[in-house]
């Protein structure tokens, strides 16, 4: 049992390149949420989705989209990357929207 | 608007102390608390979640508290170990979309 995993831990990019952070979870959970961690400003929740098929908006939407074509796995891109994005990039799950949540160990991107 | 608040910011320590954290949170509208902890360079961890409906939630060495009506919360870490530093983060279960509100953090280093 992995729990929640995340891939790559760690990315490079050039302002304007694009990339795709993928998280996978092997608990069936329906919900799994996206979040970027930021000194002085906490965790922010980017997308969501309550379930297969669905998507959602968070706090900080912007520059970001996400598919959720299977339960297991939630998709984060960024079409044209800017040094703003750089953060680390935290993927959640949660069977139910108010139960806890199993976190990824992160993707540290750096936009240059 | 739900924000939440985390006193101190950082906090030494020496092992075996006892140490409270606390956590505050503005609209007592919750539906939950969690505690999480997050290791340098980690994923979150989640530590204790307490219901609405609850008081406290003790989990080995740790006690969390809620008390709704004032918005707080506190967790108590009993004879502190160098293992337990890390950065403990708080976050409330709120509105209708129930998503978590997170506070920013109080870093614990336990020194031997």
């Known amino acids: 049992n992995a729990g929640v995993t995340q891939t790559p831990k760690f990315r490079v990019l050039k302002t304007g390149q694009s990339m795709t952070l993928l998280c996978a979870q092997d608990m069936n959970h329906e919900y799994m949420y996206w979040y970027r961690q930021d000194p002085g400003m906490g965790l922010r929740l980017i997308h969501y989705?309550?379930?297969?098929?669905?998507?959602a908006k968070g706090e900080v939407p912007d520059g970001y989209n996400v598919s959720r074509l299977k339960k297991q796995n939630f998709l984060l891109g960024l079409e044209s990357a800017a040094p703003s994005q750089t953060s680390v990039y935290f993927c959640?799950?949660?069977?139910?929207?108010?139960?806890?949540?199993?976190f990824g160990p992160g993707t540290r991107l750096t936009v240059l | 608007k739900q924000e939440v608040t985390q006193i101190p910011a950082a906090l030494s320590v020496p092992e075996g102390e006892n140490l409270v954290l606390n956590c505050s949170f503005t609209?007592?509208?919750?539906?939950?608390l969690q505690w999480f902890r997050q290791d340098p360079g980690k994923g979150l961890t989640s530590l204790l979640l307490?219901?609405?409906s609850q008081r406290e939630q003790t989990s080995g060495r740790l006690n969390a508290s809620l008390d709704k009506s004032s918005g707080r919360s506190t967790l108590y870490i009993a004879a502190s170990q160098p293992g337990d530093s890390a950065t403990y983060l708080c976050?409330?279960?709120?509105?209708?979309?129930?998503?978590?509100?997170w506070g920013l953090g109080t870093s614990l280093a336990v020194n031997p």
């Open positions: 976050a409330v279960n709120a509105g209708n979309n129930r998503k978590l509100i």
């Open positions: 609209d007592s509208a919750i539906y939950n």
């Open positions: 959640a799950s949660s069977s139910g929207s108010s139960d806890t949540q199993y």
């Open positions: 989705s309550v379930g297969e098929g669905t998507t």
């Open positions: 307490i219901q609405s």
